[in-house]
């Protein structure tokens, strides 16, 4: 493995831009799905510009800063192009990318009809969907077995099939699908052969999430993890990612109020000022919004959300500042706002001589047109990682995600936004051979 890892480098720092097409294949194709589609799409025509994507429009620097060599970043790495991605997607709703767009109501018509053609021909395939792990919504568009493992297999069945009829040379997948009921590591994911025992035995322990990530593995897709169910996040399946050399990342696209928080946590203790409370409320409207009013998914995206604070300030560390602060998130489903998400943030603070002072924090924010960007850099990153060799849990781009996973549990994971972004791109550089930067020039 390490020949090929080394190998595999050598072509990258070649610059040798990758050939052939990328199957992107989406689990779940409702308002982020259809916001990403529809924006490649938009941004192929020359009509849109991929904001807020880094593989799109940041630079980075190589060297001293006295050496003036800042690159975009699709110059320095070589990464496919967005003319070579072709989309796929599962979905048990049975709309096509168009039906489900104009329905998510994320984009204009405008944009929309724009890429119609693009969109009307991303017919979702048949799902794997047991109503138990996600209770509030349902659809006919799924596949007819309730065994586990046979589900595993018709999903490897229509991974194989898609790439065949789409010419793709690689794959990639990504979770976008409703946000599962909580779930804990158990028995029954400690390894690969627990897990299929248990997928074979039908175990309620085997969620969707999970069959959709097993299969990814298997077939050597790397697969990205967009919401905060449990999914590839088990010993089970890092072990098996790791072990057959396919990336894999998650959880939990770090989006609104989440990437507010690990950008002013950092700065409150960089400052060592003390936080006693952070209250954070928030309102959207849309399917995502209508799943997590179910007490039990909410608990899922409740406890990614809340895993941010702690180890970001180190109360251990600094039980004076951050011992006794109190953290609450609650999120409210009201369907006039739709994917207009509000979010309020307060924070209540304390100085010099324990002076107390507040945070506002009033993000009128668009859920999908955060998340879209992130799922065209995922798919373009974790599709370099794969050529270049780098298999099991990518750490490196943590930057993405609100719960990012660790290749053991026993490693916190990083949620500084700025450390994850220092990671990243000096993993770009390393992979390029040249120097981190340290910032010591
Ligand atoms: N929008 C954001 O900014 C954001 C941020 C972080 C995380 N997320 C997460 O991303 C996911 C998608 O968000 P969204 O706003 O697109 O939600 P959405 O409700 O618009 O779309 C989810 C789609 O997944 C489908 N689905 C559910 N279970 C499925 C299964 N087993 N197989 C295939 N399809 C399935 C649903 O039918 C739906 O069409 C959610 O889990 C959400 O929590 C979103």
């Not at 489900?100 to 109501?105: C, F, G, L, P």
């Not at 979702?124 to 309730?146: C, D, H, L, W």
Request: proline fraction near 5%.
């Amino acid at each position: 493995m390490e020949q090929k890892n080394k190998d595999n480098q050598n072509v990258v720092m070649r610059g040798m831009k990758p050939k052939g097409k990328i199957g992107v294949l989406l689990v779940g194709q409702g308002a982020v799905s259809t916001t990403f589609i529809a924006g490649v799409e938009a941004v192929k025509k020359g009509i849109a510009k991929p904001i807020g994507s880094l593989t799109q429009m940041q630079t980075i620097r190589l060297g001293r800063k006295s050496d003036g060599r800042s690159p975009l970043i699709k110059d320095f790495i070589p990464l496919a192009d967005l003319n070579d991605l072709v989309f796929g997607s599962w979905d048990l709703i049975s709309d096509d990318a168009y039906t489900a767009a104009k329905k998510a109501a994320v984009l204009s018509d405008s944009h929309i009809d724009s890429v119609k053609t693009q969109l009307k021909s991303i017919k979702p395939m048949k799902a794997v969907f047991y109503q138990e792990y996600v209770k509030n919504i349902s659809g006919p568009n799924v596949k007819k077995t309730r065994n586990k493992m046979r589900a595993a297999e018709m999903l490897m069945e229509d991974i194989m099939r898609f790439k065949q009829r789409n010419g793709c040379d690689r794959l990639v997948m990504i979770n976008c699908a409703s946000t599962e009921i909580h779930m804990k590591e158990s028995v029954f994911h400690g390894t690969i052969h627990d897990f299929e025992d248990a997928m074979k035995g039908n175990r309620h322990e085997i969620s969707p999430a999970m069959i959709y990530a097993y299969a990814a593995i298997k077939c050597g897709v790397p697969y990205a993890n967009g919401s905060p169910s449990l999914a590839a996040d088990t010993s089970a399946l890092r072990t098996f990612a790791s072990n057959s050399n396919v990336p894999i990342v998650g959880k939990d696209f770090k989006t609104g109020q989440t990437l507010m928080k690990t950008v002013i946590a950092p700065m409150l203790k960089a400052r060592m000022l003390k936080c006693d409370g952070w209250f954070s409320t928030n309102i959207l409207g849309n399917r995502d919004g209508e799943v997590l009013a179910d007490p039990q998914s909410f608990k899922t995206k409740q406890v990614s959300k809340l895993s941010v604070l702690d180890t970001i300030l180190q109360p251990d560390m600094y039980p004076e500042l951050y011992k006794d602060l109190q953290h609450q998130v609650h999120i409210n489903y009201y369907k006039p706002r739709g994917d207009n998400k509000e979010g309020w943030d307060n924070i209540d603070i304390s100085g010099w001589m324990n002076y107390p002072m507040q945070i506002k924090v009033n993000f009128l924010c668009r859920d999908s047109i955060l998340a879209a960007p992130i799922v065209l850099d995922l798919v373009l990153f974790l599709d370099l990682a794969q050529r270049v060799g780098m298999g099991g849990v990518q750490e490196w781009l943590s930057f993405y995600f609100k719960s990012p996973m660790t290749p053991v549990p026993s490693v916190k994971p990083e949620h500084d936004l700025f450390i994850q972004h220092t990671m990243l791109k000096n993993r770009l550089r390393v992979m390029m051979g040249e120097k981190p930067v340290d910032h010591l020039d």
